[in-house]
């Protein structure tokens, strides 16, 4: 093996002070990046307030429960949808700053950091410094997927950079697999028990963050397996255990109300069909769809001269090329842990989880990059023993990889310098309800309006939907009879997107909104204002009345 070679391969331990001043510039440029507009940008919609509505009443009244949602199988004193970890955390972020869209997206901003800092790691443990470094950069700064419109909820070309910036879960979820990857790889080294115990602990924590962090799972056991053979099963039960230790409270929190738990989740029902072989042929042929904000236009010709886009292609091919050779020659557990990594989660993300969101891409980021930063370095060598031509040519595709990064940060902080600011926008809805109404509304606008007895349009969807409810659902007229609400807001868009079915998920849904509509005029007919938002679209809020004996309540 040449030094060059031996260099590239091999960990050394200790970060010198160059590396050391590489790596705070980095996290300096991150946080320059996202911190920005983090209260306006990217738009706030509903599956955020999902997670922010029980963080806020966890934080002020000791209850993990859901009020958008009350009177849907108790979730007001227990929520179940989400997996719990990252509204813990908002919770404390809401305890700690009050109640507001910057104070929950802290939580996903230090975590996209924390992202950074052990792919960094990781990468430097596996390969080497260099190849650590140029992994946490390709992170912030390769463009991967196509710019969006600014009212999307992921518009950018950097992904880590959306995800980092958005009140969700997902960028949590590669904290601790990361966690787990680099404690595993300590085990392997140093063969500690301990090691492969807090290996578990990282994993269970990136189960409770979502369900696909328990995906490394099965990386860890063909690891073990082909490093160690039949006796590989024994770390794995360490593994095991200490992964079962750390799911053990969120077990025992769901077993106390299996009903409520069960009832909750029937929206979710058709996303677990693992029982049936089609599930997963229909997974597959699927999964391209979550790739499509990365894919681009292809069939346009502006969606082929990408030079950050077929960097990666290029570097992955060379690394892959690489590991495996090394592997034939001398294989060792770093070289045959990144080999295996990124297609074993891809092919489980794609055959596992039917819901295709292009957020949960966020688990395979990581280990992506470091397969980039080591084809880059493969690349670079090849062209360096090929002569200056060739290395000036490298030098300019990897110039231009870097200056179309440059030029969507640019993009993306024009973009959010146009988004209508949140707070403006929900400080004209709080003038238009007085403090304490009922209002029945798109979720996405409650962090305005929590002063507000609040409900979620989705409730009333859930509630007229047998498939949630079973025998319990009821007409949606009457649903609405005993919600009654005293306002009800809705962006028009949303209200009248049954004149557009095929943009919809089903029929169902072009049903719920054409009924809601016939309602609103029947019961709501006075609009007190129109919001126009260039982020938001038109915002309305209709007054309505109700017969003063009417039931409330669901």
């Known amino acids: 093996m040449s030094p060059l070679q031996n260099r590239l391969y091999h960990f050394k331990p200790g970060v010198g002070l160059g590396t050391a001043v590489c790596l705070f510039l980095l996290i300096i440029f991150y946080l320059l990046v996202t911190l920005p507009y983090l209260a306006d940008f990217p738009l706030v919609e509903s599956a955020q307030m999902g997670i922010a509505a029980p963080a806020y009443k966890l934080a002020t009244q000791g209850v993990y429960g859901n009020d958008l949602y009350r009177g849907l199988y108790g979730v007001e004193s227990r929520n179940y949808e989400y997996m719990p970890l990252y509204p813990l955390f908002v919770a404390v972020a809401f305890k700690l700053w009050g109640l507001g869209v910057w104070q929950g997206r802290l939580v996903s901003l230090f975590c996209g950091l924390l992202v950074v800092v052990l792919t960094f790691r990781l990468g430097k443990t596996a390969v080497n410094t260099p190849v650590g470094l140029l992994a946490a950069a390709v992170l912030c700064l390769l463009p991967l997927t196509i710019i969006g419109p600014a009212n999307d909820l992921y518009p950018g070309a950097i992904p880590l950079l959306d995800f980092a910036r958005v009140l969700r879960y997902d960028v949590m979820t590669p904290v601790w697999v990361l966690a787990a990857c680099l404690a595993f790889l300590w085990a392997g080294r140093t063969h500690r028990a301990a090691g492969y115990v807090a290996t578990g602990l990282f994993t ?51 077993g106390q109300d299996l009903p409520a738990y069960r009832g909750q989740m029937l929206r979710h029902e058709s996303r677990f069909d693992l029982l049936k072989p089609a599930f997963y042929l229909d997974n597959l042929q699927r999964e391209p769809s979550r790739y499509l904000n990365i894919a681009g236009p292809f069939q346009l010709a502006a969606g082929w001269p990408r030079p950050g886009f077929w960097l990666v292609i290029a570097a992955v091919l060379a690394a892959y090329v690489k590991l495996w050779d090394r592997i034939r020659q001398r294989p060792s557990l770093p070289d045959r842990f990144l080999f295996i990594t990124l297609p074993t989660l891809a092919f489980l993300l794609a055959a596992l989880v039917s819901f295709k ?22 690349i670079w060598q090849w062209g360096q023993r090929r002569g200056r031509l060739w290395t ?23 973009m959010a310098q146009a988004t209508t600011p949140y707070r403006e926008l929900t400080a004209v809805l709080r003038q238009n309800t007085p403090a304490g109404s009922r209002i029945l509304m798109i979720p996405g606008f409650w962090l305005g309006l929590a002063e507000n007895d609040v409900y979620s349009l989705d409730l009333a969807y859930n509630l007229s939907n ?20 005293a306002y009800i807001i809705v962006p028009q868009h949303l209200l009248q997107s049954y004149l557009t079915p095929e943009t919809l998920p089903g029929d169902h849904v072009a049903k719920f909104w054409q009924t809601l509509e016939t309602f609103i005029h029947e019961k709501c007919p006075e609009t007190i204002t129109q919001i126009q938002s260039q982020t938001y679209g038109v915002v309305s809020v209709y007054r309505c009345h109700w017969p003063v004996n009417i039931e409330t309540e669901p």
């Open 204 to 254: 269970g924590l990136a189960t409770l963050s979502h369900l696909y962090g328990g995906f490394i799972l099965a990386v860890f056991a063909i690891l073990l397996l082909w490093q160690k053979g039949w006796p590989g099963r024994q770390p794995l039960l360490l593994i095991l255990a200490g992964w079962f230790i750390c799911l053990l409270p969120w077990l025992v929190y769901v």
């Open 357 to 378: 969101r292009y957020a949960y891409v966020v688990l395979l980021l990581p280990f992506l990059a470091i397969v980039v930063a080591l084809g880059i370095t493969v």
């Open 392 to 414: 000036g040519l490298l030098l300019l595709w990897l110039l231009a990889a870097a200056a179309e990064g440059v030029m969507s940060i640019a993009s993306y902080r024009q």
């Open 466 to 485: 047998a498939s949630f409810v079973r025998e319990a659902a009821r007409p949606l007229p009457q649903v609405m009879a005993q919600l009654a609400p």
